[in-house]
Nanobody, 123 residues
Framework: VQLQASGGGLVRAWDSLRLSCLAS????????MGWFRQAPGKERRFVAG????????VYASSVEGRFTISRDDAQNTMYLHMNTLKPEDTAVYYC?????????????????WGQGTLVTVSS
């Protein structure tokens, strides 16, 4: 599967933003999907994951209650709705595909990655 992330940009604190991840080349609906982010000078970290059938979602504690992950298999697209953005949310956001829900928080368990989209939150 090939992934293409989009929707990043420059926003102010407390603003909202929606990221998209368009999949192609394989059966999107069979993949568990996740969002990761990498802030400047820091390691890539898990943000959110959604099960292949959409029945379950998980979030990093830092975004729980502010971010919502969703998917539209008819459009081969996954989303990350980000509300109440904070300057510490500034990062390059990556979407990724996995076949292992058990390890959804671990980037080493993903088999495909998008190119990343930059989100910058000003104070």
């Amino acid at each position: 599967v090939q992934l293409q992330a989009s929707g990043g940009g420059l926003v102010r604190a407390w603003d909202s933003l929606r990221l998209s991840c368009l999949a192609s080349g394989s059966t999107f609906s069979s993949y568990e999907m996740g969002w990761f982010r990498q802030a400047p000078g820091k390691e890539r970290r898990f943000v959110a994951g959604i099960m292949s059938n959409g029945d379950s979602t998980v979030y990093a504690s830092s975004v729980e209650g502010r971010f919502t992950i969703s998917r539209d298999d008819a459009q081969n697209t996954m989303y990350l709705h980000m509300n109440t953005l904070k300057p510490e949310d500034t990062a390059v956001y990556y979407c990724a595909a996995s076949r292992q829900w058990r390890w959804i928080r671990f980037d080493s368990k993903y088999e495909a990655w998008g190119q990343g989209t930059l989100v910058t939150v000003s104070s």
